[in-house]
């Protein structure tokens, strides 16, 4: 089992940047993707930006140019930075790892509010 906790949520006005957390109880050496995902209140879950284990990533269109996914391997954490917050980018953002032939980790949420 790959425990991830999250940190970094809260409130913040919009135009405004912060930095999520997401530290896991192994060395992210070993999980072949790590990735942020968030859930906007009555929509489904959704992939905001991803990092493979050889620093490989990938941003939704909705994020690209004004967040930067990036990972400490040292401190087995990864951080995603968002820049120009938008209303639109409230929801509860979740960490997730994916290790082959062990499966997908999630981690419990941390809450971003963008005030607008």
């Known amino acids: 089992q790959v425990q991830l906790v999250e940190s970094g949520g809260g409130l913040v006005q919009a135009g405004g940047s912060l930095t999520l957390s997401c530290a896991a109880s192994e060395s992210i050496l070993s999980i072949n993707v790590m990735a942020w995902y968030r859930q906007p209140p009555g929509k489904p879950r959704e992939l905001v930006a991803s990092?493979?284990?050889?620093?490989?990533?990938y941003y939704a269109s909705s994020v690209k140019g004004r967040a930067t996914i990036s990972r400490d391997n040292a401190e087995n954490t990864i951080y995603i930075q968002m820049n120009s917050l938008k209303f639109e980018d409230t929801a509860i953002y979740y960490c997730n790892a994916a290790v082959y032939r062990r499966g997908n980790y999630w981690g419990q949420g941390t809450q971003v509010t963008v005030s607008s």
């Open positions: 990092i493979t284990s050889g620093g490989s990533t």
